[in-house]
T-cell receptor, first 113, second 114 residues
Framework: GAVVSQHPSRVICKSGTSVKIECRSL??????MFWYRQFPKQSLMLMAT?????????EQGVEKDKFLINHASLTLSTLTVTSAHPEDSSFYIC?????????FGEGSWLTVV | DQQVKQNSPSLSVQEGRISILNCDYT??????FLWYKKYPAEGPTFLIS?????DKNEDGRFTVFLNKSAKHLSLHIVPSQPGDSAVYFC?????????????FGQGTILTVHP
């Protein structure tokens, strides 16, 4: 079946540095991908909608200059957390849309120290 | 502003019994609801869904009930099995938005004891 792969699954970075998370659809083309964030004991919150070849659409309250999203191909979207701070430590997860079906990646745990 | 709420963080059920997971929403624009199951270190996987034009949808051991007037939905699992132990997320989609743009609840940890 369709699979969405997310990498890395866990990453620790120093405060002030940038970290990139990749989301790949392995056996289908995804014109639209979504990025979510989940803080402890909270729900998955949509950060942005990523469309191939165009700028991402960010949800209210999400800083587009801090969370850079690139959807350069139909199988790859990347989320770059720039100038990361400890409060950015969270679980980030992507999903990819094909037809009327959504597949989620495994998620990435980011810890900023 | 939590538009989708799962007020029970956890639920413990004996194998063979019924598991009932609840979800409440506030946004009247939501017209499609989904339940996802998530195991540790894996992404959420789709379980069952229901359109707002229905009040019940059944798929094997899983049944979702929707009460639009109360803005409440529930997932029934019967009989519950130990392999059902996971985190269950309720999600909602608003009409006119992209299919994949979902609003999630906080999740409920279901533990099914043998």
């Amino acid at each position: 079946g369709a699979v969405v792969s997310q990498h890395p699954s866990r990453v620790i970075c120093k405060s002030g540095t940038s970290v990139k998370i990749e989301c790949r659809s392995l056996d289908f083309q995804a014109t639209t991908m979504f990025w979510y964030r989940q803080f402890p004991k909270q729900s998955l919150m949509l950060m942005a909608t990523s469309n191939e070849g165009s700028k991402a659409t960010y949800e209210q309250g999400v800083e587009k200059d801090k969370f850079l999203i690139n959807h350069a191909s139909l199988t790859l979207s990347t989320l770059t957390v720039t100038s990361a701070h400890p409060e950015d430590s969270s679980f980030y997860i992507c999903s990819a849309e094909t037809g009327n079906t959504i597949y989620f990646g495994e998620g990435s745990w980011l810890t900023v120290v | 502003d939590q538009q989708v709420k799962q007020n029970s963080p956890s639920l413990s059920v004996q194998e063979g019994r019924i598991s009932i997971l609840n979800c409440d929403y506030t946004n009247s624009m939501f017209d499609y609801f989904l339940w996802y199951k998530k195991y540790p270190a894996e992404g959420p996987t789709f379980l069952i869904s229901i359109s707002s034009i229905k009040d019940k949808n059944e798929d094997g051991r899983f049944t979702v009930f929707l009460n639009k007037s109360a803005k409440h939905l529930s997932l029934h699992i019967v009989p519950s099995q130990p392999g059902d132990s996971a985190v269950y997320f309720c999600a909602a989609q608003a009409g006119g938005t992209s299919y994949g743009k979902l609003t999630f609840g906080q999740g409920t940890i279901l533990t099914v004891h043998p």
